[in-house]
């Protein structure tokens, strides 16, 4: 069995995949995990329920695919209780319609993309309980923070 991955992304935008990685890199995780289409997230997400891969603590969906709909990801997961451990973040544009379907399957962030990247960023430091950077600011010198 392979690592747990700390986030795994979904998305098929090579602009917003781009913000993503940036926001990962700002917040000092590991490379995500990214796929770029539903079909191959699904795929791996079986994987995941079979046992062959970890669920990732955080999962970053996007909905609108063109021909796809990541509502198709979100379906997967409320019918696999294995996949329950994995927190979703929806990161997209889509109105409160969505956003409402969203939390008819468990979703409880739903991040707006015109919020900008400093919400899907807040939204990872509280789903992977990560230090803000108000938090990190404020530790006395000379103190490091527990790895």
């Given at each position: 069995?392979?690592?747990?991955?700390?986030?795994?992304?979904?998305?098929?935008?090579?602009?917003?995949?781009?913000?993503?990685?940036?926001?990962?890199?700002?917040?000092?995780?590991?490379?995500?995990?990214?796929?770029?289409?539903?079909?191959?997230?699904?795929?791996?997400?079986?994987?995941?329920?079979?046992?062959?891969?970890?669920?990732?603590?955080?999962?970053?969906?996007?909905?609108?695919?063109?021909?796809?709909?990541?509502?198709?990801?979100?379906?997967?997961?409320?019918?696999?209780?294995?996949?329950?451990?994995?927190?979703?973040?929806?990161?997209?544009?889509?109105g409160e319609r969505e956003?409402?379907?969203?939390?008819?399957?468990?979703?409880?962030?739903?991040?707006?993309?015109?919020?900008?990247?400093?919400?899907?960023?807040?939204?990872?430091?509280?789903?992977?309980?990560?230090?803000?950077?108000?938090?990190?600011?404020?530790?006395?010198?000379?103190?490091?923070?527990?790895?």
């Open positions: 069995m392979d690592i747990r991955p700390r986030v795994l992304v979904i998305e098929n935008s090579p602009l917003d995949v781009a913000k993503a990685v940036r926001i990962f890199k700002h917040l000092e995780l590991d490379q995500p995990v990214v796929i770029t289409s539903v079909a191959k997230a699904l795929m791996y997400l079986e994987d995941v329920v079979a046992g062959e891969k970890q669920c990732p603590e955080v999962i970053v969906l996007d909905l609108e695919f063109g021909a796809e709909s990541g509502f198709e990801v979100l379906r997967f997961r409320k019918t696999n209780p294995r996949l329950h451990q994995c927190q979703v973040l929806v990161w997209t544009i889509m956003k409402e379907l969203c939390r008819l399957f468990g979703v409880t962030h739903v991040i707006s993309k015109q919020d900008g990247d400093s919400a899907l960023e807040s939204a990872l430091r509280n789903s992977l309980t990560l230090p803000t950077e108000s938090s990190k600011s404020h530790q006395p010198a000379g103190q490091s923070s527990p790895e």
